[in-house]
């Protein structure tokens, strides 16, 4: 299938490598992956030996079996960006579990069920149990909703929303920043850090951010370029743009407003996963088990595999707290 080939290896450039903890000498900084391979610079290492993968800001570790069957751990910083080099590990470990799980189907008898899904976002090849064929499906890879009809007014603003890391909310998560300069008399100083969130959960960095920096005029140009941008995210936009303050009204409490908001966005596509789990979660916030459990199971019926529903729903129906919710609600 087209599908199975990688367009074009992505090539980057690389440094810091390290295996199992211990820095790799003389290696040439030039690294590539082309679907079945990662190459870094003498270093091979092929998509079927690959246990699993993280990332954070420019850092990639990877777990992989070597020839003997040990377990390594690879480390290295790449130049640039990560979600290229990311989307190219994802493609080919993706095409890898599925020819595991479609065996397994075939063995078990589910063979018919099989649906194969190529997210448009970041090229991974999804399998779903799902002979009813869902709506949406949930790409577990780039963690994107994919809606497989139309829907008016959706377009390909769907790519930028998924689960906060922070609040743990469908939403529109980016990278901003927090910086601080600090000037005393005799000491200057600069504190920098990345965050991968949502503009709710930024916001008050932002505010933090504009009272740190009156006195060090050189942090203010950050500052205010990231209040613009989380305050620009807030005015929302397209068929989501109620998202964001109906994500600040559930996480201040405000559970009626919350439900209202979410409900306008479901009216408008009444296929979103995402927002019927959001809409679930301030049900359960306001002890509505039994609506929040069934608008946890339309929320799976629209996406078959939408993982963070199907948690939620489970830890719901076993549950062994007195007041009946999930932790973390």
Known sequence: MAHDRIPEPVRFQFHDFRIDSEPVPDQRSNGMHDGSWLVLGEFRIPDSQIVGFGTNESVIV???HDLSG?????QFV????TEPVRDALNFGISRRDFA?????AAHEGRGRDVRETVCPYCLAKTLTLDRSQSPQVWCSYCDSLITTIPVDGLGDIEKDYRICPECKMYSRPRKF??????FLIFHAGVHHKEHFCCSGCMRPRVWKMMFGNLFGLLGMPLAITQWFRVYLDSMGRGIFRELDSANRSLRRRRIDRAIARYS???ERHPFS???LYNLARGLLVRNDMEHGRRTLELAISN???????????AELNTSSRADGRPKGL
Request: net charge positive; charged share 15%.
């Open 62 to 64: 990877l777990g992989f």
């Open 264 to 266: 306008k966005i479901v």
């Open 273 to 275: 996963a995402g927002v």
């Open 100 to 104: 595991t799980r479609l065996a397994q």
């Open 78 to 81: 790449v130049y640039g960006k």
């Open 303 to 313: 996406c078959s595999n939408y993982a963070p529903a199907i948690e939620l729903l």
């Open 177 to 182: 920043s927090e910086g601080y300069f600090y």
């Open 70 to 74: 040990q377990h390594k751990l690879v």
